[in-house]
């Protein structure tokens, strides 16, 4: 095996030349370029998380400005239902007031009315007594002779209407 | 047939020449460029230019520049799953180790046989990966005794321990401890010389076969092919686990040095 039997003329240049060439590669390579490339990395990775972060803060900007406009949204619907609740009330309440007089007229219309045929009825029924006087004192001159004055034919007809 | 007999040694691609300065000396030690050296070079250029396409440094990267940073992530991801947030720090060398021995194990399997360069996989050297195991065991203990100090030694009693057992214990974890390079080490070296060794002992009996005959041939060597084709996958499986498990053993160690329990 010649890494044993070459051991002891070769191990000084073995080490020396590794030496060399390990020492080129640890400082150059590994010291030099490595770092540089761990920082390309690292550069690339945090550019990669900014953008992701500027993503997320203009995804939430975007958020934000929708939730202002629902806000604003909602506020005015609820003016408008306002607007338009008042005005509903507003005609309602004309209605009201309209139909109230208009009842009211009606009512007077008709109080007068009733009024009117009352006074008729009176009229009508002192008519009727005056006719039925009179009919009883021609009946009572025709029939018995007799000639009941006006008051005694009244009295007679009032007392007789009166029990009905 | 003894003429027609391949000279495969499924050691001879583990041997390491000296391709220049074979008397390069420092303080009489030899360091001489060997094609173990040559493989190093190789692997740390190609890792070079491989990390340059993660260096465009793109906002929307390209696919090279995609797997350079999938890799970095990878090593990223593990060290914070398995230290926490201080495993940062410890990036660069887990992902210097984990990229260098990935590609050095792949570098190894790769078939440049057929044009005549042989690549040699210095990571089925323990001399090289004992050097691997003894910088993560460095660091662990560098560390465990800064951050710690001697409150370090606690790592060697769980935490739970009832007093009586903390002296059978302790002992077995210090030696438990003190094996973690060897482990680490050997588990790289065996991993990637077993599968060299097979693939080449399957070669072998390829070459050999066919010598015999075209009966041989068929009974030996087509099967033997068609094992090294599923082997060949296996290794390539195995080099990225082993990468894998040298780096991510390496970053427990770490942990235990930066959380004790």
Do not use: C
């Not at chain 1, 009606?106 to 008519?127: G, V, Y």
């Amino acid at each position: 095996m010649p890494q044993i039997d070459q051991m002891f003329e070769i191990w000084s240049s073995q080490l020396f030349w590794l030496l060399i060439t390990f020492g080129f590669v640890f400082f150059v390579i590994g010291r030099g370029m490595v770092p540089k490339v761990m920082d390309t990395v690292g550069m690339r990775d945090k550019q990669i998380a900014d953008d992701l972060a500027a993503a997320q803060a203009a995804r939430d900007a975007a958020d934000e400005a929708e939730e202002a406009w629902r806000q604003r949204e909602n506020a005015n619907r609820e003016a408008a239902q306002e607007v338009v609740g008042k005005a509903k009330a507003k005609a309602q309440k004309s209605t009201e007031t309209k139909l109230a007089k208009v009842q009211a007229s009606i009512d007077t219309q008709m109080e007068e009315a009733e009024a009117r045929i009352e006074a008729s009825r009176a009229e009508a029924a002192a008519e009727i007594e005056a006719v039925a006087t009179e009919a009883a004192q021609d009946i009572a001159q025709r029939l018995a002779g007799v000639k009941a004055t006006k008051t005694a034919a009244k009295s007679a007809v009032k007392d007789v209407m009166n029990r009905g | 047939m003894a003429a027609t007999e391949a000279k495969v040694d499924p050691m001879k691609q583990f041997l390491v020449e000296p391709l220049l300065g074979q008397d390069w000396n420092i303080a009489g030690y030899n360091i001489a460029f060997t094609n173990s050296a040559l493989w190093m070079t190789i692997t740390a250029v190609l890792l070079f230019v491989f990390m340059l396409g993660g260096m465009k440094r793109e906002l929307v990267p390209g696919r090279w520049q995609m797997t350079v940073e999938s890799f970095t992530g990878f090593i990223d991801d593990m060290l914070d799953a398995n230290v926490g947030k201080e495993g940062r720090k410890y990036v660069p060398y887990i992902f210097s180790l984990f990229m260098f021995i990935l590609f050095a194990n792949l570098l190894g399997l790769m078939p440049f046989g057929i044009v005549g360069v042989h690549p040699f996989t210095f990571t089925s050297h323990f001399t090289v990966t004992g050097i691997f195991a003894i910088m993560s065991f460095a660091i662990v203990l560098i560390v465990g005794f800064w951050k710690h100090g001697l409150h370090f030694f606690s790592l060697f009693v769980p935490s739970g321990t009832p007093l009586p057992m903390v002296f059978v214990i302790a002992p077995i974890e210090f030696v438990s401890f003190l094996f973690r390079p060897f482990s680490l080490a050997l588990r790289l070296f065996v991993a990637m010389m077993a599968g060299h060794i097979l693939l080449k002992v399957l070669s072998g009996f390829v070459i050999d076969g066919w010598s015999a005959g075209a009966g041989y041939g068929v009974l030996v060597g087509v099967p033997s092919f068609i094992l090294m084709i599923g082997i060949s996958a296996l290794e390539i499986l195995v080099a990225g686990i082993q990468a894998y498990v040298f780096a991510l053993l390496s970053s427990l160690y770490i942990n235990d040095a930066e959380h004790l329990h």
